[in-house]
């Protein structure tokens, strides 16, 4: 891999990249007993959660039976049922408040699941030997898909839209040589990143893994990128890509982006063997990605620090090349990432600390070195009038205590202290999620409730 910044970003990363692996993540409603595949943010702004499980929930009172999908609405799962158990999930999207789910059925030729609000209905986008629907985007108002094609010029990928009830193709049925993993729209123009390098019958590898259509026809964005794409995101007029990170040989861009005016790529993590441990065998990829108040995280399958100190499937990245750090230790591979409430952090996966699912507020993140982290203790939760909170040791009696809806916004609210204890008046509240925190600059607590 080309380096085209000094060494010197070695150190810098090399402190970076301990700071965040305490960041303080809780199983999102008590988790999922299997993997989770995807992640969607919905319109109404509840969460789609989509994988390999048949459960959420970890006890009893809150096990809720919600075979491979299931709707997160702040307080508790919501199954929606009747998913086929031979559907295998790669991605999801909203339009018109129909979602659907794209990937391969072992059972049929389905590769799109729509569900209309009661019921899942299968459908066919690509068809041929190998179906699959790798990725789903709207823009427009329209539905794109990314899915595999096989036929008499070789297999490869290819990208469809939805005209009413009929896919029709994109950029006159061209197939890239190998599979389009993401879509998006930047700059005008429709792009795609994944694993192609070329046309499906060409040699000449001229569209390497991220492509934008012009026209009809594809065509390499800046110089392409040298190693599979697997998201992008644009933010702040520029367009990033995150993908392949290390093999046990080679290293590869993991994070780029690219501008507008720009003929060439930035390379993001130039010195990304320096922070980035290569597996003893396989590939390590970043997979999906959100930015929320300038800085981007990152989800994936990588070991991420120096030394000791070193986290599992989470990243962020603070702005300029190589300022990457671990942001916590998901125990196992990242599959999605999600923001919900403005601030609140969802990654899945796979991982048996976290059930699977989980999520941080982002609020209460971030904090400087130094500070001590804890979390509330507080009964009863849900709550219905009063809840009784109970600050941690060590915490000034009376160390600020704020209650933030589920938008990140301050409310104001009774309350009445009795040394480390606080009674909280919520009966003017609206049935929810609330989070709860509190600090004197040297320490800082946190915590949240479900209003019934």
Same mark, same amino acid.
């Given at each position: 891999?080309?380096?085209?910044?000094?060494?010197?970003?070695?150190?810098?990363?090399?402190?970076?990249?301990?700071?965040?692996?305490?960041?303080?993540?809780?199983?999102?409603?008590?988790?999922?007993?299997?993997?989770?595949?995807?992640?969607? *943010?919905?319109?109404?702004?509840?969460?789609?959660?989509?994988?390999?499980?048949?459960?959420?929930?970890?006890?009893?009172?809150?096990?809720?039976?919600?075979?491979?999908?299931? %709707?997160?609405?702040?307080? +508790?799962?919501?199954?929606?049922?009747?998913?086929?158990? !031979?559907?295998?999930?790669?991605?999801?999207?909203?339009?018109?408040?129909?979602?659907?789910? /794209?990937? #391969?059925?072992?059972?049929?030729?389905?590769?799109?699941?729509?569900?209309?609000?009661?019921?899942?209905?299968?459908?066919?986008?690509? /068809?041929?030997?190998?179906?699959?629907?790798?990725?789903?985007?709207?823009?427009?108002?329209?539905?794109?898909?990314?899915?595999?094609?096989?036929?008499? =010029?070789?297999?490869?990928?290819?990208?469809?839209?939805?005209?009413?009830?009929?896919?029709?193709?994109?950029?006159? /049925?061209?197939?890239?040589?190998?599979?389009?993993?993401?879509?998006? $729209?930047?700059?005008?123009?429709?792009?795609?990143?994944?694993?192609?390098?070329?046309?499906?019958?060409?040699?000449?590898?001229?569209?390497?893994?991220?492509? $934008?259509? !012009?026209?009809?026809?594809?065509?390499?964005?800046?110089?392409?990128?040298?190693?599979?794409?697997?998201?992008?995101?644009?933010?702040?007029?520029?367009?990033? =890509?995150?993908?392949?990170?290390?093999?046990?040989?080679?290293?590869?861009?993991?994070?780029? %982006?690219?501008?507008?005016?720009?003929?060439?790529?930035?390379?993001?993590?130039?010195?990304?063997?320096?922070?980035? *441990?290569?597996?003893?065998?396989?590939?390590? =990829?970043?997979?999906?990605?959100? !930015?929320?108040?300038? !800085?981007?995280?990152?989800?994936?399958?990588?070991?991420?620090?120096?030394g000791s100190s070193v986290g599992r499937g989470l990243a962020v990245f603070h702005g300029a090349p190589d300022e990457v750090e671990a942001f916590g230790h998901f125990a196992g591979p990242v599959q999605a990432v999600a923001l919900i409430n403005d601030h609140e952090l969802v990654v899945g996966g796979t991982s048996n600390t976290y059930r699977h699912i989980a999520s941080t507020n982002l609020l209460t993140t971030g904090i400087a070195d130094g500070v001590v982290r804890s979390s509330f203790s507080l009964a009863p939760n849900p709550v219905s009038d009063v809840v009784t909170i109970y600050l941690? &040791?060590?915490?000034?009696?009376? +160390?600020?205590?704020?209650?933030?809806?589920?938008?990140? #916004?301050?409310?104001?609210?009774?309350?009445?202290?009795?040394?480390?204890?606080? #009674?909280?008046?919520?009966?003017?509240?609206?049935?929810?999620?609330?989070?709860? &925190?509190?600090?004197?600059?040297?320490?800082? =607590?946190?915590? #949240?409730?479900?209003? &019934?």
């Open positions: 891999m080309q380096r085209i910044l000094p060494t010197c970003f070695a150190f810098i990363a090399s402190l970076l990249v301990q700071a965040q692996l305490d960041v303080p993540w809780t199983p999102l409603g008590g988790g999922m007993d299997q993997q989770v595949q995807t992640l969607l *943010r919905l319109s109404n702004g509840d969460l789609l959660v989509a994988g390999q499980f048949n459960f959420a929930g970890n006890s009893v009172d809150n096990l809720v039976l919600c075979r491979r999908v299931a %709707r997160w609405d702040g307080m +508790a799962y919501n199954a929606m049922p009747g998913f086929p158990e !031979e559907f295998d999930i790669y991605c999801a999207a909203e339009l018109n408040d129909t979602i659907y789910v /794209g990937g #391969r059925s072992t059972g049929s030729y389905h590769e799109l699941m729509k569900w209309d609000g009661s019921t899942w209905t299968g459908g066919t986008v690509f /068809g041929g030997m190998l179906p699959g629907v790798l990725a789903l985007f709207v823009h427009g108002g329209v539905l794109h898909a990314s899915g595999r094609i096989s036929g008499v =010029a070789g297999n490869g990928s290819a990208v469809q839209r939805m005209n009413g009830a009929v896919w029709e193709s994109v950029g006159q /049925g061209q197939v890239l040589n190998a599979e389009i993993l993401c879509l998006g $729209y930047y700059n005008g123009y429709l792009v795609c990143g994944g694993s192609f390098t070329g046309r499906v019958q060409s040699t000449a590898n001229d569209i390497r893994r991220v492509a $934008y259509l !012009e026209g009809d026809t594809w065509r390499q964005l800046g110089d392409g990128l040298d190693g599979a794409v697997h998201d992008l995101l644009v933010y702040d007029n520029a367009l990033y =890509a995150t993908g392949d990170m290390r093999s046990p040989t080679d290293s590869y861009f993991g994070l780029a %982006r690219i501008t507008s005016e720009a003929t060439t790529w930035e390379q993001l993590m130039p010195n990304i063997e320096d922070y980035v *441990r290569a597996p003893v065998s396989g590939m390590m =990829a970043g997979q999906s990605m959100v !930015e929320h108040n300038g !800085e981007i995280y990152i989800g994936g399958e990588f070991l991420i620090g120096t941690p &040791e060590g915490m000034p009696e009376n +160390a600020p205590l704020r209650v933030l809806d589920m938008h990140g #916004r301050a409310i104001g609210l009774p309350m009445e202290r009795n040394g480390m204890q606080v #009674r909280l008046d919520t009966r003017s509240l609206a049935t929810g999620l609330y989070h709860l &925190e509190a600090g004197d600059g040297g320490s800082i =607590a946190t915590g #949240r409730f479900v209003k &019934e």
